[in-house]
């Protein structure tokens, strides 16, 4: 619903893990909630940190946390 929308927006800026392969889009791990997402088109490993960029409909994209 709505609601979740607002949540996922609240993820922006947050840390989590991928908790299965992106390439690109996989699940992430934010805080204990596993949440479909995506990369900007990088293939990123399972159990890697990772940092939420935006929300998008119903993903979030993501970057790797280490990548510059």
Known sequence: GLGDVY???AYA???G???SVLRPSGK???EGHIV???SR???IE???RVIVIKAEGSYL???KADAR
């Open 41 to 43: 088109g990088d293939f």
């Open 13 to 15: 800026g947050k840390e």
């Open 61 to 63: 994209v993501v970057k």
């Open 7 to 9: 949540k996922r927006q």
């Open 46 to 48: 399972k159990g890697k």
């Open 17 to 19: 893990m991928t908790d």
């Open 36 to 38: 479909d997402a995506v």
């Open 28 to 30: 992430v791990d934010i």
